[in-house]
């Protein structure tokens, strides 16, 4: 039943809006079990691949929930945000509005409540002695290659050692070890934090909360300049504060509601193999020396349960794409205003690829709107240009633009030599196996101008329509069943 929360005017599919202000994991688990969406696996299940080859199935169509992952009694969840309608759903708004609403939220954050430790559910029971992740936690091995266990649905949690300001990330975590840990820090925020630590000689602590909500999920992905703690980000996806509990052993804040947290800290001046690992482009990255956190202390509810996501599938590819559109969009409409919308698509593994409905008014303002878009983002590699009359949340639609509106001599824009993903395997061709990271990721650009002209013959660019085609009531005119056929074809057989 739906409920509308009068202080944000939000409708909610749940009854836990009014009540706790913030929603949970098991809030929504227990939302999709109820329509359908959570597909139980009672069986024992391997948490080597098996797991994750059954999650894979059940990618964009149920979550999978694993009552008996390898041996543990900890049960494992996957998958429980793989269509953007779902999402949308938990955050209580249309699809149509996602991008606008996450866009307003990251722009009014909402301050965290810090409540006391006895009610702080992710601390129902702490470890702090003889801590074995592998005898707690039930953590799965994804794919083939993979070099064994990895957290993949952790927010880590960290503060700025210059300013102590909160940043919230999610990282692939190879478990190597009882109490250790190998973190891929892409040089972003997290990264400069641990750079800022490591020159003073220090730590840094962290925290690695698993099992939260999906707005709080998404809200880890937020492209924010430095020092804006996610977390507030959540709050204001939630309509409310988020409720958050500090760390047992360290100053980290974490989700109070999650399922399990692990404590630690980055070691300075350390640095341990990592990977391969199956990334989102659906290719392995290559094992290398990463930093390490040593862990303090295990906290967790006191009958867990842990999230995986399946790298590459549509939860981890969602994950990235909301946000960044929202950023994107925001970004490209602040020099265009012209600019309606935008889409990562799902073959560009949600990153690479990037497609912008405009409303051109004169003739190379589509290119313009291309150059922008690579300076937005460096994960961006190709983006098409539309005209309004196309939409870009269909493929087909802009194949079709291609296909009839560009030509390469006039409408291509390739950039060389810019940086790009160094995660996309095409960039490493032509480097040495171990080049180092300052020549990783560089990277071609190529925008096409798929628009028509600004003023075009109508004859030549108007788009076939038949009157009606929307309209029409076809519940009223089909009939239903077919006796009325069955009839026609007996009278007319010979
Ligand atoms: C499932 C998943 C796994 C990710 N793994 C990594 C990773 O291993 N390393 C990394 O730097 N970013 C990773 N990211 C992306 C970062 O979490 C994301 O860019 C985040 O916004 C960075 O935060 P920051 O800009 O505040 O540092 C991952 C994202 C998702 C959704």
């Given amino acids: 039943m739906n409920t509308r929360d009068a202080a944000t005017n939000r409708t909610f599919p749940f009854s836990w809006a009014p009540q706790y202000g913030t929603l949970t994991l098991r809030d929504w688990l227990a939302h999709l079990a109820k329509t359908g969406r959570v597909a139980t696996i009672d069986k024992p299940v391997a948490l080597e691949h098996e797991l994750a080859a059954i999650a894979k199935r059940l990618d964009g169509a149920q979550a999978a929930f694993f ?7 900890v049960p494992v969840v996957s998958g429980f945000m793989s269509k953007r309608a779902w999402i949308a759903e938990a955050m209580g708004i249309e699809e149509s509005d996602l991008l606008a609403h996450f866009r307003s939220a990251a722009e009014k954050p909402v301050a965290s409540k810090l409540l006391d430790r006895a009610d702080a559910a992710c601390q129902q029971v702490v470890h702090t002695n003889g801590i074995d992740l592998h005898a707690l936690l039930p953590i799965p091995t994804h794919s083939e290659h993979d070099n064994g266990p990895y957290i993949t649905a952790g927010l880590v949690i960290a503060r700025n050692p210059r300013t102590g300001v909160q940043n919230v990330s999610i990282n692939r975590i190879q478990v190597h070890g009882p109490d250790r840990m190998a973190i891929l820090l892409l040089p972003r925020h997290l990264y400069a934090f641990q750079k800022a630590a490591e020159e003073a000689g220090d730590a840094l602590d962290v925290a690695v909360a698993i099992g939260v909500d999906p707005l709080t999920m998404l809200a880890s992905q937020a492209i924010t300049p430095i020092d804006h703690d996610e977390l507030e980000i959540a709050g204001a996806l939630h309509g409310a504060p988020l409720p958050v509990a500090k760390c047992v ?16 800290r980055i070691l300075p001046n350390v640095r341990e193999p990592e990977g391969p690992f199956g990334e989102f482009p659906k ?43 929202a950023t994107l969009l925001a970004h490209l409409q602040r ?10 698509s799902v073959g560009g593994v949600c990153r690479y690829h990037l497609w912008v409905q405009f409303d051109k ?16 983002h460096y994960d961006i590699k190709q983006v098409v240009v539309v005209d309004t009359d196309v939409d870009v949340h269909d493929p087909a639609e802009i194949e079709w633009a291609i296909a009839t509106r560009f030509q390469a001599d006039r409408d291509l824009v390739v950039i060389e030599g810019a940086q790009g993903s160094p995660l996309d395997p095409s960039t490493t061709v032509g480097q040495p196996e171990d080049a180092p990271p300052h020549l990783q990721g560089v990277s071609a650009k190529m925008g ?10 109508a004859h030549v660019f108007t788009r076939v329509h038949i009157p009606g085609q929307d ?22 057989h010979d």
């Fill in 335 to 344: 020099s265009h205003p012209g600019v309606k919308d935008v889409h990562l």
């Fill in 361 to 376: 008014k004169r003739e190379g303002e589509a290119k313009n709107v291309v150059l922008c878009a690579f300076g937005a």
């Fill in 67 to 73: 009552t008996k992952p390898g041996r543990h009694v």
């Fill in 471 to 492: 309209t029409v009531d076809l519940d009223a005119l089909v009939a239903a069943d077919n006796h009325a056929f069955d009839a026609y074809l007996s009278r007319h």
């Fill in 448 to 457: 096409l101008d798929a628009t028509r002209p600004a003023v075009y013959p």
């Fill in 249 to 264: 052993t360290n100053d980290v804040h974490v989700p109070a509601f999650a399922e399990i947290v692990i404590e630690g």
């Fill in 283 to 325: 290719y392995y990255s290559a094992k290398e020396a990463r930093e390490v956190i040593e862990v303090t202390a295990v906290t967790h509810r006191s009958d867990p349960i842990f999230h995986t996501i399946v790298p590459a599938e549509m939860e981890h590819l969602l994950l990235g794409a909301i946000p960044r559109e």
